[in-house]
């Protein structure tokens, strides 16, 4: 399987910027899609944005032109620049890798956007 470490959140002030990270170890093949969601208190969890092995890039309405998902294949690890951040960003952000053998999940991390 595929184990995923997420870093970089924090708390942040409104129009400042974050950069989460997410190391992939274990069985990755080049085929996959990682992606970005969150899941702030009381809602359901989000798509952020989602990045192909072949560089194809989807995001959420919502982020649209304040963040930024990247990939580096070599080092296993995506991105998500984040910003122009608003209080509403404010939720816990997970990366999971969809692959041949199937969906995993990062444990999270929290980010937090005062105003």
């Known amino acids: 399987q595929v184990q995923l470490v997420e870093s970089g959140g924090g708390l942040v002030q409104a129009g400042g910027s974050l950069r989460l990270s997410c190391g992939a170890s274990?069985?990755?093949?080049?085929?996959?899609?990682m992606a970005w969601y969150r899941q702030a208190p009381g809602k359901q969890r989000e798509l952020v944005a989602a990045?192909?092995?072949?560089?194809?890039?989807s995001y959420a309405d919502a982020v649209k032109g304040r963040f930024t998902i990247s990939r580096d294949n070599a080092k296993n690890t995506v991105y998500l620049q984040m910003d122009r951040l608003k209080p509403e960003d404010t939720a816990v952000y997970s990366c999971?890798?969809?692959?041949?053998?199937?969906?995993?999940w990062g444990q999270g991390t929290q980010v937090t956007v005062s105003s």
């Open positions: 274990g069985r990755i093949f080049s085929d996959n899609i």
């Open positions: 990045i192909t092995g072949g560089g194809s890039i």
């Open positions: 999971s890798h969809a692959g041949r053998l199937g969906v995993s």
